[in-house]
């Protein structure tokens, strides 16, 4: 298609819907053609609708041909529509939370997860999926953790990068979609934790952690990117010109469709930061905003814009333009409908070979926190309990695409499929709602059906929608009826396991003394109650380690591992005029990149192939890792460096690399890792990204506390 030519034929009123995107419901006029429900809300013409540019969250595959139908038969141009989509963790068959695969560590398999979704999702009419999200977030309150990979820049890179390379593939093919990234930019560090909060932070914090994951989506080759709902250092944003026109644009190169969040030009007002939706419309258009998604801003006002000399036609021009490219990338002039199948749509939801990967995902991203050896359970128990609220509830977490709680396995299903002779009971012991107190009668039943079973799973946490979006908790402790709970069940049943569901990480102080086992399985999909099973009856071995930082009491937030030394790093437990609380300590209760499984690693100290370096050397730094315990397992390996003195103060450690090591009982490997000067480098007082002359400590780890270093001088 001549997308110039295109461009050159339409008129002014059609390049502006071009830039409009609304909920489908709005595109489908009644049968007597009348405007009616949202498209009458959003005040939306005949006109409008028939030359609006893109559309969101729509039912299926039939949904979508009967939309772009009508569509085509109504524009006079035949552009055909971009349908977009909430493909999240996952379309119908659901993979674990993102939250979840940031604990796998293994960027196969989440690359997997996306191929996954994308396959459904295309043949379903998705276009453009609203995912991957790589917000940065250290503030386990904010209700979105549970869609990030967690709290450092290096691992959320990787997994944005893996997360691209899953839904586009080459974007050739009919299992491929384009991935929007979001939210950008720092939308994880809103003030407090309460979502859509202000953030506020210095460019050195933003472009060192914030910005990487964004640059990694955006480098792996993602074709849009969603500006975030929050200000940043005062400006919003959607109205950004410095974040999304400076930085993104000149400085990346990105030359793609950036489009808002939902309503986020409208809010522009609200923010304080413009009078009117006409102003709206100027600052984001100047900003390089391409599509308004659920507002009307550009819609109503730009016209007038142009009119009046506020904005240029040119400018209009250069937004159509990017949205008319990615159409013709995507064959939409040749094919509207692209891969659009119903029978195709049909045959792949929750198919078993979707199934199978997402059991393998909830599997992988499982961590397990403390087992005092009663871990994993004999196959022939007798009796065995489940008790807990969420027992008996499919835990799909809070982005479950057109998936239903319904389809996934619980935990009493997963371990009755495992278990086919034994007799297994149920209690919930109480409802699971926030806040909840303790109803005697219910535990005393729970209490009961534990000391009769001769095992306990105790399923606790929070239910899949006690996270996500709108849902940050000022207290993220368990609920007074679930404390309780845990503390007389474990107590009336020695051989209790419990099952941590969660969108974030949650304090569990209060009962980490009582509980002789837990583990984090997040909130794992359709396949979760069957990977549990398997977890718990050691079909397979827990690999998985903690992405997020568990604090030890919600004042501590935000903490991440990778903080900055302070003036006063406390020493010595008894030291005063240090940095540190009067009444709680420093460390967190379980750190980032901590995780047990059923057999032990060691890992010797760090070696070097030189103690020196030039900024164009490579250098090695090896480790042997020894399975020390009686069962295979997978180590997982983690490179951290610490920049001893530069031009701006440096984090105590950072990641810089990690890798998965297979290792049979007793057996040992070599690691190794090469370090260049892009691993030491970093945004120095200069401005430019660049490593610093001086000593570095090398850290092989297996989790972010470790104290055994060697030293890199580099020249
Ligand atoms: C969310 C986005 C999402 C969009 C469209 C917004 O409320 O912040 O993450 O993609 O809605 O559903």
Redo the contacts with the bound molecule.
């Keep these: 298609m001549d997308i110039k030519k295109l461009l050159k034929k339409m008129t002014l009123d059609q390049k502006i819907a071009q830039l409009c995107q609304f909920n489908a419901r709005c595109l489908l006029p009644d049968v007597t053609g009348e405007i009616t429900g949202p498209a009458k809300a959003l005040d939306l013409t005949k006109e409008d609708i028939a030359y609006c540019g893109s559309t ?2 729509f039912a299926d595959a039939n949904s979508m041909i009967e939309v772009q139908k009508k569509h085509l038969e109504l524009d006079p141009n035949k552009i055909p529509l971009l349908f977009m989509h ?1 493909v999240i963790h996952g379309y119908r068959t659901l993979y674990p939370i993102q939250l979840a695969l940031g604990a796998s560590w293994d960027a196969d398999i989440v690359k997997e997860c996306s191929r996954m979704s994308a396959r459904e999702s295309a043949a379903g009419g998705v276009h453009v999926t ?1 995912s991957p ?1 790589v917000d940065l977030v250290r503030d386990a309150r904010w209700g979105r953790c549970m ?1 990030s990979c967690g709290e450092d820049p290096y691992l959320n890179s990787v997994m944005a990068r893996a997360q691209v390379e899953g839904f586009q593939g080459n974007l050739d093919s009919d299992e491929d979609i384009c991935a929007c990234v ?2 950008f930019a720092a939308y994880g560090a809103a003030e407090g934790g309460r979502d859509y909060n202000t953030v506020d932070m210095s460019e050195y914090n933003l472009r060192e952690n914030y910005l990487a994951a964004y640059k990694s989506a955006v480098e792996a080759g993602a074709q849009m990117i ?1 500006a975030s ?1 929050n200000t940043i250092n005062g400006v919003p944003a959607i109205a950004n010109k410095w974040l999304l026109k400076d930085v993104l644009r000149d400085e990346w190169g990105f030359d793609k469709p950036v489009i808002s ?2 309503a986020a030009f409208a809010e522009l007002t609200a923010h304080g930061y413009s009078p009117d939706d006409k102003e709206s419309a100027r600052l984001a258009l100047n900003a390089t905003a391409d599509i308004e ?1 659920m507002s009307t801003c550009y819609l109503k006002n730009l016209r007038a814009l142009v009119e009046e000399g506020k904005v240029s036609e040119e400018q209009i021009d250069e937004s159509v333009l990017r949205i008319l490219e990615l159409k013709d990338k995507l064959g939409l002039f040749e094919n509207p409908y692209r891969y659009a199948n119903p029978e195709k749509e049909k045959a792949l939801a929750l198919c078993p070979e979707h199934r199978a990967i997402a059991r393998k995902a909830a599997q992988k991203c499982a961590v397990l926190l403390k087992n005092d050896d009663i871990l994993p359970f004999d196959k022939n128990i007798k009796n065995i309990a489940v008790i807990g609220p969420w027992s008996d509830v499919g835990m799909i977490g809070e982005w479950p695409g057109h998936g239903e709680p319904e389809e996934a396995v619980t935990v009493i299903e997963g371990i009755k499929n495992a278990l086919a002779s034994s007799n297994v009971t149920m209690a919930k012991g109480c409802e699971g709602v926030l806040n909840e107190l303790p109803d005697d009668k219910r535990i005393n039943e729970a209490v009961k059906t534990a000391k009769e079973a001769d095992a306990v799973i105790l399923c606790v946490g929070e239910h899949s929608k006690q996270s996500g ?1 709108a849902h940050s908790r000022a207290d993220i402790n368990l609920s007074p009826a679930q404390a309780r709970l845990v503390k007389e069940v474990c107590s009336a049943n020695k051989n209790t396991v419990c099952v941590l569901f969660c969108g974030r990480p949650i304090v569990l102080t209060d009962i980490i003394d009582t509980v002789p086992a837990i583990f984090v399985a997040w909130q794992p999909g359709t396949e979760g109650g069957n990977a549990i099973a398997d977890l718990i009856f050691g079909n397979v071995n827990f690999e998985g380690r903690l992405p997020m930082t568990f604090p030890l009491c919600v004042g501590q937030v935000p903490i991440y591992y990778s903080q900055m030394s302070t003036g006063r790093p406390q020493l010595q437990p008894d030291q005063i005029y240090c940095s540190r609380y009067i009444d709680c300590p420093n460390e967190p209760l379980f750190p980032f990149g901590y995780g047990l499984s059923y057999t032990s690693f060691e890992i010797s100290s760090p070696v070097l192939s030189q103690a020196q370096m030039d900024k164009n050397d490579t250098v090695v730094v090896s480790a042997k890792v020894k399975n020390t315990g009686g069962v295979s397992g997978k180590a997982v390996v983690q490179l951290y460096i610490r920049d001893l003195f530069a031009s701006r103060t440096r984090p105590v450690k950072e990641l810089k690399g990690f890798t998965k090591v297979a290792l049979e009982a007793g057996e040992e490997k070599e690691v190794s890792f090469e370090i260049t000067e892009k691993d030491l480098a970093f945004y120095g007082a200069s401005g430019n990204f660049e490593a610093e002359a001086g000593d570095f400590h090398i850290f092989l780890a297996l989790d972010s506390t470790s104290k055994d270093f060697v030293t890199l001088n580099l020249k």
């Design positions: 969101l969250t909430d609203f999200m869609e979001k939210h969603m709902f969040d939902y998604m979006e």
